[in-house]
């Protein structure tokens, strides 16, 4: 709830398809969206936890999968990626 309406971290875009998200490295003191529209950008979300907790890193991951699958980019890559940019993430 913020100023009296509902929002959500993270939200789809679907006419341009893209996800918005609040920066939560600004909160509390400042609120901010970001559109996060290609995987580099949400690549970068999730590595400097732009977006927090591991239920909001994994919704942000899969709508990373869903940007790249649209724009038809090999989804291995971006899983491959996804490992090496998560917090969270096992390390080799």
């Known amino acids: 709830n913020i100023q009296g309406q509902l929002h ?3 939200e789809a875009q679907a006419a341009d398809r893209t996800a ?8 509390p003191h400042q609120l901010e969206w970001r559109d996060l529209s290609t995987l ?3 690549a970068e979300a999730i590595r400097v936890m732009r977006v927090r907790g591991a239920p909001l ?3 942000t991951a899969a709508f990373g999968f869903a940007l790249v699958s ?4 090999l ?3 971006y899983s491959r990626r996804t490992r090496a940019f998560s ?3 096992p390390r080799p």
Request: charged fraction near 20%; hydrophobic fraction near 50%.
């Open 8 to 10: 959500r971290s993270i």
């Open 20 to 27: 918005r998200i609040i920066d939560q490295t600004l909160l």
């Open 40 to 42: 580099d950008e949400t």
């Open 57 to 59: 890193i994994g919704v």
């Open 70 to 73: 649209v724009k038809t980019v």
């Open 75 to 77: 989804i291995w890559a």
């Open 87 to 89: 917090p969270l993430a």
